[in-house]
Every structure is written in C-alpha cells, then in structure tokens.
C-alpha cells in the first residue's frame, strides 16, 4: 500500500496562478490535487486522459466544447477523453479539488489544445 496526504504533496505552478500535485500514480490511474487561484485560468485543451474529478472548496466556471458550468464545493465533474476543456477562477477565493485521470497523466502539456 502507497499512502498521500494532501498537505504535504507540493503544489507545482504549471500555469499562472494553477497548481497540480501528484496524490498517487497507479497502472491505469493517476490522482492530483489542483488549486486555482482567484482570476486564473485553466487554459482550454484536450488530452487522451479520461478525467474525472471532485470539488473541495471554492468555485469555478468549467469549459466543456463551448459551454460554461458553474461548479461548487460538492460537485463532481467528468471530461471524457478528447474532449477540449479548461477552468476559470472568477470568484474571490481559491479553488481547490481532487482529479483522476484514467490512464495516468503526469506532467501536462497545454500545447495539446
């Protein structure tokens, strides 16, 4: 058994104001914790990844193909795989939650937009 805790993951800026940290990495799946701070964006792209995920705190607007949802502390999100998508931070507070991308995804790359 391989044990995380959130606290102690270390949050990597990979876009302004967005951080990722790797909870776990297994065979056929990946956990992150991702933070995004107040007025940043997830820039819109697309990965292989199908990705599913669960709001902690704060709120976001998510980007699915076009469309804005709103998502609130409780919510849980799913893009499948190939579908361009991307966050925008328009509240005052940090957004956090937790993401599973099936098969595993480490680092991203947002040239694949």
């Not at 964006?41 to 995920?53: F, M």
Request: aromatic share 6%; with cysteine.
């Amino acid at each position: 058994m391989e044990k995380a805790n959130a606290s102690e993951a270390g949050l990597e800026e990979v876009s302004d104001g967005v951080y990722l940290a790797t909870l776990a990495t297994g065979e056929r799946a990946s956990v992150k914790l991702w933070r995004i701070d107040p007025g940043a964006e997830l820039p819109v792209h697309k990965h292989e990844n199908e990705q599913i995920g669960y709001v902690l705190e704060g709120r976001l607007i998510a980007r699915a193909d076009g469309e804005e949802v709103r998502l609130d502390p409780g919510d849980c999100y799913r893009f499948p795989s190939r579908e361009r998508h991307g966050a925008e931070n328009r509240s005052s507070e940090p957004a956090v939650g937790i993401g599973v991308l099936a098969p595993p995804r480490e680092r991203p790359d947002w040239g694949d937009a």
